[in-house]
């Protein structure tokens, strides 16, 4: 069963950037990021699939965020630029065995491991 340890989250200013990695114990094929703001239903952020990178972002991120992966560590991260308020929220990373395409990748249930969550805060 593979295993994903995220890094550490963080606080930082509006602004500001933050940028999370998270750490498969094995071979994923669409890794994703999702978030959870407190008090709120958990999001869809970004997706990337492997071999040929096809990448998707929540509109709400798009510009600001840039999903990547490195495969042969089987690592992928979230450079978070730009952050607004907004953006506080627990980040949880996500994967699966499944090569899914683009108009696929913000369903929830198309990931069957998920990360513990990191909590990445804006604010002054």
């Known amino acids: 069963q593979v295993q994903l340890v995220e890094s550490a989250g963080g606080l930082v200013q509006p602004g500001g950037s933050l940028r999370l990695s998270c750490q498969a114990s094995g071979r994923a094929n669409t890794m994703a990021w999702f978030r959870q703001p407190a008090g709120k239903e958990r999001e869809f952020v970004a997706a990337i699939r492997r071999g040929d990178r096809a990448k998707r972002y929540a509109d709400a991120v798009k510009g600001r965020f840039t999903i990547s992966r490195d495969d042969p560590k089987n690592q992928v991260y979230l450079q978070m630029d730009s952050l607004k308020p907004d953006d506080t929220a627990v980040y949880f990373c996500?994967?699966?065995?499944?090569?899914?395409?683009?108009?696929?990748?913000?369903?929830?249930?198309?990931?069957?491991?998920w990360g513990q969550g990191t909590q990445g805060t804006v604010s002054a």
């Open positions: 996500t994967a699966t065995k499944a090569n899914w395409n683009v108009s696929a990748m913000p369903r929830q249930e198309g990931y069957e491991l």
